[in-house]
C-alpha cells in the first residue's frame, strides 16, 4: 500500500459550524480517500504509528521476556501485557552511542528517537525524530501530521551542562526544535475536531449530528453500527474532558499550601495521573480511528520525572501512596514500588492495545493496522546504564510487522537503535538511505 493512496483533500468529514470531524473506517463508503469503485469495498486502512515513552528506565530484575507466541514469558514489568504476547515484538540489545557520552538524564534522552549527537552547554541542538520525519512524509495527508502528547511538563532548566529540555521532549521536528508537547487533554481533543478553539465552543458531537443523521440514511447497517459506537466513543470523552480536573489528588510536586489560593483554572490538567494517562490514550485512539492522525507519541512522563503516585498503594510503606519520593529518586530505589509504577505504564499500554484492538477495519483491528511502540532511555534508572535500551512494540502494521517473539542483538554487531525506526518507516513507505547512525534496516523486522 503506497501512502499516497489516502489522501487529505479527499477525505470524508461530517461538518458542523466551526467543526471537522473526520470519518472512521467503513465498508460502504470511501470515506479516505479512494476513488469509488463499483461494487468494492473501500481499500484497506493504512499503517500508523504511536511511540510512547516513560522516563528512568525499568526494574532491574523484572524487565525481560522468553519464548514466543502464546507460550512467552514475561517479567514483572510486562506482566499486564500478557494478553497481548502474541501481539508483542520484545526487542533486546539496541542503543543509541551517541547517547553515551553525556551520562546523564539529559544526554540520554533528547535523541531517543534520532540518534544524533547532543550539543551541551545549555545550547539546544539534537536531530530530527524519525516520527517528525514520517509527519513530514507520510503524515502529510492527515488533517493533523502527528499528534505529540504528554502527562508532565517540560523542564527548562539545566542540569549537569545539559538543556533538561533534552529529558522533557522526545520528538524534534528539526534539530533545534522540540516538537511542542499537548498537556491539556481538552486542547488536544479541539486539535483533533475543531477548526477553531474556543473556551465558548459548544460540544464537537453536537455540532456534527445533523450531518451524522445525512450520512446514516446512506449507508449499510453494520457501518451504521460502526457510527454510533465511533460517536457514542466521542461523546465519552467528551464527559470525561469536562469532569477531568474536579479530584482532589495532585500530582508532581507538593504544594505548599493545604488548599489553593486561587479560583481553580477551567480546562486545566487533570488531577488524576492515571486519569490523565487514560485520557490522553482515549483521544490517541480517536485519532488514529478517524484517521485524523496517523502519527503520535506519549510521554507518559519525562526522564529525571518529578511525578509522584499516590493513587498506587505502597508496598514498601503500608497504608500509604506511591507519593513518599519523586518518580527519578523512586527509580535510583529499585524496589518493588518501583515495580509497581513500571507497572502502572505497562497498563496504559495495555489499556490502548485493548483499545486499538477492539475497533474493526476490514479484515484487521486497528491493532493490527499500529505499530505500537514503548520505549525509555535508560534500562535501569539507578545504574543509567544505556548499553542497551527497553524496547517493545505491539501491533501487525498492517500485516507487515511478524510479532510474538524475542529479537535478541546484544552479542551482535551494528546494534544502532536506528535500524529499527529504518525498519518501522519503511512499513510506512517512507525508506531514507540512512537514518541517524544507521544504514541498514533490521531484517528481522
Not at 515513552?53 to 517479567?75: D, V
Not at 501491533?395 to 551494528?414: M, W
Request: a neutral charge; hydrophobic letters at 35%.
Amino acid at each position: 500500500m503506497s501512502m499516497n493512496q489516502h489522501r487529505f483533500n479527499r477525505r470524508a468529514f461530517l461538518r458542523g459550524a466551526g467543526v471537522t470531524m473526520a470519518l472512521p473506517w467503513m465498508e460502504s463508503v470511501n470515506v479516505w480517500g479512494d476513488e469509488p469503485k463499483k461494487n468494492k469495498p473501500a481499500s484497506e486502512a493504512p499503517v500508523r504509528l504511536c511511540v510512547t515513552f516513560s522516563g528512568n528506565g525499568f526494574q532491574s530484575k523484572e524487565w525481560w521476556a522468553k519464548g514466543e507466541g502464546k507460550a512467552m514469558e514475561l517479567g514483572g514489568v510486562l506482566e499486564p501485557l500478557k494478553d497481548f504476547r502474541e501481539r508483542l515484538l520484545f526487542v533486546r540489545g539496541l542503543y543509541h552511542e551517541e547517547a553515551r557520552k553525556g551520562n546523564i538524564h539529559s544526554s540520554q534522552t533528547g535523541n531517543m528517537l534520532s540518534g544524533a549527537p547532543i550539543a551541551s552547554g545549555g545550547e539546544i541542538r539534537s536531530g530530527t525524530s524519525f516520527d517528525q520525519m514520517l509527519a513530514q512524509t507520510y503524515g502529510r495527508s492527515t488533517k493533523v501530521p502527528s499528534l505529540v502528547l504528554a502527562c508532565e511538563k517540560s523542564n527548562p532548566s539545566v542540569h549537569k551542562n545539559y538543556s533538561m529540555l533534552y529529558s522533557s521532549h522526545i520528538s524534534w521536528s528539526s534539530p533545534t526544535t522540540p516538537t511542542p508537547l499537548e498537556l491539556y487533554p481538552a486542547l488536544a481533543f479541539d486539535r483533533l475536531f475543531k477548526d477553531e478553539s474556543s473556551p465558548a465552543d459548544k460540544s464537537v458531537l453536537d455540532a456534527v449530528l445533523a450531518d451524522a443523521q445525512d450520512l446514516r440514511r446512506d449507508i449499510s447497517a453494520s457501518d451504521q453500527r460502526k457510527l454510533d459506537e465511533y460517536l457514542d466513543s466521542v461523546r465519552e470523552v467528551e464527559k470525561r474532558i469536562e469532569n477531568a480536573g474536579k479530584r482532589g489528588e495532585l500530582q508532581g510536586w507538593r504544594p505548599t499550601l493545604d488548599k489553593p489560593n486561587m479560583q481553580r483554572p477551567a480546562d486545566g490538567i487533570p488531577q488524576d495521573i492515571a486519569e490523565h494517562m487514560r485520557l490522553m490514550c482515549d483521544i490517541l485512539v480517536l485519532g488514529f480511528q478517524t484517521d485524523t492522525t496517523r502519527i503520535t507519541t506519549l510521554k507518559l512522563n519525562n526522564d529525571h520525572s518529578a511525578l509522584r503516585f499516590p493513587n498506587l498503594p505502597s508496598v514498601q510503606q503500608p497504608g500509604h501512596g506511591i507519593d513518599y519520593m519523586i518518580h527519578h529518586l523512586l527509580s535510583h530505589s529499585d524496589g518493588e514500588d518501583y515495580l509497581k509504577v513500571n507497572q502502572l505504564f505497562m497498563e496504559q499500554l495495555a489499556y490502548l492495545a485493548r483499545k486499538l484492538d477492539s475497533i474493526r477495519e476490514g479484515e484487521r483491528t486497528l491493532l493490527d493496522n499500529t505499530m505500537l511502540m514503548h520505549c525509555s532511555s535508560m534500562m535501569v534508572g539507578a545504574k543509567h546504564n544505556n548499553d542497551e535500551l527497553p524496547i517493545i512494540v505491539l501491533g501487525g502494521a498492517g500485516g507487515r510487522l511478524k510479532s510474538g517473539r524475542v529479537l535478541d542483538y546484544k552479542d551482535k554487531p551494528e546494534r544502532q537503535l536506528c535500524r529499527l525506526f529504518m525498519s518501522m518507516m519503511d512499513k510506512m513507505d517512507v525508506r531514507p538511505k540512512t537514518f541517524g547512525d544507521a544504514k541498514l534496516m533490521l531484517e528481522e523486522v
